[in-house]
């Protein structure tokens, strides 16, 4: 009895030794098997480059890279690049690419797939979102498999911005030319950490992590992201330990878990900002309604209400700490003054000016809630605003065809941080976005969009900012945040872009 | 015998294929009239005015609508039901995911109000001529007021966060996986032999299920009730009492048999409304079937889905509709043979 | 009223009739019944336990929602809502069902033949998929959603009524009217549709029970009544996001959509016993 214990005791001595080499990182502290996140929404599509939308953005980036990275407060860093500088007109940049970088299919990343991604895809008239950013690549010429030279048709200050920037993804070119185009929004294939190994929409998506990756290996060896739309389900799955992770719950769950102490919570203000946007003609035609409609919002009771106070106050076209941020440019909540404005252009509580509306419910969280309360507040000094529920496809329909309501809730991602993706694409007539449309507007910023120097770039856009602000053009409320909840014995970096970066997370 | 069965079953299935037709041209003028445009739904936020355009050139959208639907009539009948502005892929690949989920929530809740519906019927018939019958008539009358996406709120309120027996979103545990083999999740489920996961597939329709079935079994309750009570009015009940066999011979041997023909024929009836309210109760609890497609694809006008997705529903209720016809002819004496 | 007339007045007609009557009061004397304007936010206040909870306050009784808005004043107009929809949904849907059945049973042949086919076609869309898309169509606000329930329901009416209309053609007295040289007309308005108007007023009262719901499930997933009407649909998908945190903001909504749906079911089936001969004898027999 005691020998067979003993020799069964040695062999299970042995085979745990064998496992250790076998796999040096087994029982390694800092490495999970399996992480599991709560996410809001599917990918929708795995072709990296048909959606610029943030979501998806996070699931993306995990099987794909980007040319260019982003540390966590949005500077730039190298990525896939290793190299970029910007011709001082701005009508050209030289890349280098790393030569150690392997698709997960074994082949290697060249110029050739940096070509095709950010020009060849482009131009072949395949519906892709990340035409807005490099619709103006006239060329990539390739030097060798790991040196280019983008050109471009009009100068395009903010290139390497929109390289590290939503949908800019390298995908392979041999593999886009073999599945075609059907097959890539299905069949992901790219250079990141991750691959695909389950996905059922809607519902589960599975990465397992690739050994052979080029950077540094993230802790999870599997990532299990978990689709769970409804806030309640989402925090329900990680108070049960099902996930490790849940993203965008409500601010009144996290102000409970951080007390609770078994879960940890965080807020992360990120790069996005709500707003109500204006439009220059019927009743905003009138500078006065504009500047009331602004003075009548009270931003810190709408930030009190319904993000506990967290979020924070804006008054220009861009959040603290970016390029272009005028520090000491404030506009204030003064009832009094917007009242004395409408009177100005005749209108009063009585005799209230009356406008459309629109907002979406549920395309962010708290913005039906914020809407309704901005809709009292103008109520109080005599703006009477009907409101209209669309969505956020809808919203792009009706400004592209001009029937926009005079104002809409909106929300404006710039994972770049850079100006010209806040208050540029805002503003610029050409681009689907705009809606405050006057000839004034586009005189100044047409030359900021060509401007090539750095430092006169950024001056031009806080004159422009302080412009919108003082004409009314744009009523700025919130930077929102983004809210995790993650399980003890994790520890999370958050981006200020709003993704979730498994290198970013530690195991403790 | 079984030929002749089939033989009007066919029958009344040939005749709503005209109905199916018109309905079809119905739905695609509607559609068509909504004051959203396809071809810009179908294209990045980016596009040119050029390039929606071309898109509707393309899509046929600058045709006469006639044309249009004679086109998209065309490649239906070869199972392409065009590209969803969502998803931007098949539309057919899209419904078709999402179909199996819907079946197996409407069978189930089927069979919850069939077994709901007939216990409640026998009991209160059972007890007839009693105060518990009127107890019982009134507590169907209550169960009648709340339709089933009341019920599914207070489901979620009552047995998902007062007491939290039932999970109120999904259809499995987050981390679970079931490979498909048929498709029909519950299905699967059993087949792995895994029995957590058999557990959670079965915990998690439950509410759905119970939403659904419990609102849709007061009228079988009723039916059946109304029902029972008329067939022991006829003579052949009063016979076999004479004969001397049990109340329990009489209900079960003689009198349900016929006295469950119209509750079949309220149920083929029904049918349709009961596959209609699986919209809302798969919104409220997140089950990824139709339902929640079509609200979805109704908040991003997504053309497309929202017009398979109307004409499966329709095509289900006719169907039934036509089968409940076809077995209250077979099964009734009087109506066939007049 | 109408129970009077009658021998013994049906107790479902008696206590569903008082609930019917009692949300019809709420909704019409609403501002002065509710203590707040319902529009009215506290956003310093948001999502206030009722009076009987923790931390309950007299001040908002049944307490307030994510908007700091007073959940009682909420119901009371939220009842002005939907008995306004109830009605005017239910007396079109009737009016255009009444109308069409009485064509189609009276005149029989293709008449009947169109419109029966008509129906048919209706019918196979189930209702809550068939109002959606009307609204997707129409757009929102009270008036569209009334417009919708007609739209849907007119059917149930039209059924139902045009097999009695057939059977009230074939009587006597309207071969009779026929005979000595009625109009067509006439003979429908003096001798056909009082024969029809029992099953109408029970009809009517089911469809009000119905356009409740109806119109709740549209504010509900907010293709119903605009943001700024108070209704007890859009209180349920307000409450929802909050319900693991405020109970009470889901429950109370939809005890108010149960209570008055069951009256006007009651208060139907009771029309039903006590107008219906047929009924009667069946129920003695």
């Known amino acids: 009895m005691n020998s067979v214990d003993r020799r069964l005791f040695m062999k299970l001595a042995a085979a745990a030794g064998g496992t250790l080499l076998v796999s040096p990182n087994f029982a390694f502290a800092g490495e999970v098997d399996n992480l599991s996140i709560a996410w809001t929404t599917d990918t929708a599509s795995w072709d990296p ?11 993306l980036k995990m099987v794909f890279d980007q040319p260019i990275d982003m540390t966590s407060d949005l500077k730039l860093t190298p990525g896939l690049l290793t190299e970029w500088t910007l011709a001082d007109d701005a009508m050209s ?162 102000k409970r878990l951080e007390q609770g102490g078994t879960l940890n919570a965080v807020t992360n203000p990120i790069a996005r900002i709500i707003y109500v946007t204006i439009r220059a003609d019927g009743v905003f035609a009138d500078r006065n309604v504009r500047l009331a409609a602004h003075h009548a919002v009270d931003k810190d009771l709408l930030s009190k209400a319904f993000f506990g106070g967290d979020a924070v106050t804006i008054n220009q076209p861009t959040i603290p700490g970016m390029p272009s941020f005028l520090p000491d440019f404030h506009f204030d909540y003064d009832v009094a003054k917007a009242q004395e404005l409408l ?52 919203w792009y329909e009706l400004n592209a065809s001009g029937k926009l309501p005079p104002a809409s809730l909106f929300v404006w991602e710039n994972g770049t941080g850079d100006p010209e993706l806040f208050a540029g694409n805002m503003f610029d007539a050409d681009l689907p976005f705009a809606t405050y449309r006057t000839d004034e507007v586009t005189a100044m910023i047409k030359p900021l969009l060509k401007e090539p120097d750095y430092d006169t770039r950024i001056k031009g856009y806080e004159e422009f900012n302080q412009y919108l602000i003082e004409e009314g053009a744009m009523i700025p409320l919130l930077q929102a945040i983004q809210t995790i909840g993650y399980r003890n014995g994790i520890e999370i970096k958050p981006w200020a872009n709003g993704l979730i970066r498994p290198e970013a997370i530690t195991i403790s | 015998m079984f030929i002749a069965i089939l033989r009007v079953i ?72 065009g590209e969803s ?18 079946i197996e929530l409407v069978i189930c809740a089927l069979i919850f109000a069939v077994c709901v519906g007939m216990t409640g019927g026998l009991l209160i018939f059972a007890v007839r001529g009693t105060a518990l019958e009127s107890v019982g008539l009134v507590v169907t009358s209550a169960v009648m007021a709340l339709p089933d996406f009341l ?75 109304a029902s029972l009570i008329n067939t022991y009015q006829q003579s052949y009940i009063q016979q076999a009492r004479l004969r001397g066999l049990s109340d329990r011979e009489i209900l079960f041997g003689q009198a349900l048999k016929n006295a469950i023909v119209p509750v079949v024929i309220l149920v083929g009836t029904q049918f349709g409304g009961l596959f209609g309210g699986t919209l809302l109760v798969e919104m409220i609890f997140s089950f990824p079937g139709l339902g929640n497609l079509m609200v979805k694809a109704m908040q991003t006008a997504d053309l497309s889905v929202i017009m398979a997705i109307s004409l499966i529903y329709c095509a289900t209720t006719l169907i039934f509709n036509s089968i409940a016809d076809a077995l209250a002819y077979l099964l009734n004496p009087r109506l066939r043979n007049g | 009223m109408m129970g009077k007339m009658y021998r013994l007045p049906d107790p ?56 700091g808005r007073d959940t009682l004043s909420r119901l009371i107009y939220g009842a002005r809502t939907a008995v306004t929809v109830a009605a005017a949904a239910s007396f079109g849907a009737m009016l255009l069902g009444a109308f069409f059945a009485h064509l189609a049973g009276y005149f029989g042949g293709w008449v009947d033949w169109i419109i029966s086919r008509t129906v048919e076609i209706w019918l196979s869309f189930p209702p809550v998929v068939l109002s959606m898309l009307l609204i997707t169509g129409l757009g929102i606000g009270i008036d569209k959603v009334i417009l919708a329930i007609v739209l849907v ?29 009625f109009s067509h007309f006439r003979v429908i308005i003096r001798e056909i549709f009082p024969a029809t108007l029992p099953m109408l007023i029970t009809l009517l009262s089911l469809q009000m029970g119905i356009s409740v719901v109806v119109e709740a499930i549209l504010s509900f997933v907010a293709m119903g009544v605009p943001s700024d009407v108070p209704a007890w649909g859009q209180m349920i998908a307000d409450a929802r996001i909050d319900m693991y945190y405020a109970p009470w903001g889901l429950a109370l909504p939809i005890f108010a959509i149960f209570l008055t749906v069951l009256s006007f079911n009651l208060f139907g089936d009771g029309l039903r016993r006590t107008l219906d001969p047929r009924h009667t004898a069946q129920r003695s027999a």
């Not at chain 1, 992201?225 to 490790?244: M, N, W, Y």
């Not at chain 1, 009177?343 to 039906?368: E, I, K, M, R, W």
């Not at chain 3, 203590?35 to 931390?55: M, R």
């Open chain 1, 93 to 254: 940049m030289h890349v280098t690419l790393r030569d150690d970088v392997t698709f997960s299919d074994g082949s290697k990343l060249t110029t050739e797939d940096f070509r095709y991604t950010f020009f060849e895809r482009v131009n072949q008239g395949e519906e892709l979102d990340i035409a807005v950013g490099f619709g103006t690549v006239s060329d990539i010429e390739i030097l060798s498999p790991t040196e280019a030279v983008m050109q471009f048709s009009k100068p395009s200050p903010i290139v390497a911005q929109w390289l590290s920037f939503s949908a800019s993804y390298v995908v392979s070119k041999a593999y886009a030319e073999k599945v075609g185009p059907e097959k890539m929004k299905t069949s992901p294939m790219g250079t990141g950490p991750y691959v695909l190994t389950e996905y059922q929409r809607d519902s589960r998506i599975v990465l397992t992590r690739r050994d052979d990756y080029w950077g540094d290996l993230p802790s999870a060896k599997q990532i299990t992201i978990e689709i769970i739309p409804d806030p309640t389900a989402r925090l329900a799955a990680l108070e049960s330990g099902t996930v490790d992770i849940a993203t965008e719950l409500s601010i009144r769950d996290v």
């Open chain 2, 151 to 225: 019920l599914a709120l207070l489901f979620i309120l009552l047995l998902g966060v007062l007491i939290p027996i039932f999970p109120v979103n999904g259809r499995l545990d987050p981390g679970m996986q079931v490979p498909s083999y048929t498709g029909f999740l519950l299905i699967d489920a059993v087949l792995t032999g895994d029995f957590r996961v058999i557990v959670s597939a079965f915990e998690h329709i439950a509410l759905p299920v119970m939403a659904l079935g419990l609102a849709f079994s007061p009228t079988i309750v009723r039916v059946l009730h």
């Open chain 1, 49 to 59: 480059n048909q959606r610029l939308s943030p979501d998806p953005q996070t699931i």
């Open chain 1, 343 to 394: 009177a100005a252009s005749g209108f009063g509580p009585d005799n209230p000016v009356t406008l459309d509306f629109a907002t979406t419910n549920g395309q962010f969280p708290g913005d039906y809630d914020i809407a309704r309360a901005v809709v009292t507040m103008w109520e109080k000094v005599g703006i009477k605003a009907n409101l209209t529920v669309i969505t956020e496809s809808q």
């Open chain 3, 12 to 67: 479902g007609l008696l206590i569903g009739g008082s609930v019917a009557l009692l949300v019809l009061v709420c909704g019409i004397f609403a501002p002065w019944i509710a203590p707040y304007h319902p529009n009215d936010q506290e956003l310093l206040f948001i999502l206030a336990p009722p009076v009987w909870a923790d931390g309950g306050s007299m001040a908002h009784p049944l307490g307030t929602d994510s908007l």
């Open chain 3, 153 to 181: 329901d007119w059917t149930r009416f039209c059924r139902v009524l045009r097999s009695e209309v057939q059977v009230a053609r074939g009587q006597d007295y309207v071969a009779f009217a026929r005979l000595i040289g």
């Open chain 2, 85 to 102: 502005a969502q998803y931007r892929t098949s539309t057919a690949a899209v419904v078709l995911d999402r179909l199996p989920a819907t």
């Open chain 2, 10 to 81: 066919v029958r009344r299935l040939l005749a709503i294929v005209p109905v199916f037709a018109v309905v079809t041209v119905l739905v695609f003028g509607a559609l068509r009239i909504l004051p959203v445009d396809p071809a810009q739904m179908s294209l990045p936020p980016s596009a040119t005015i050029e390039q929606v355009e071309a898109k509707r050139e393309a899509m046929g959208l600058n045709r006469p609508i006639w044309t249009q639907y004679s086109m998209w009539a065309q490649a239906a009948i070869t199972g392409d039901l």
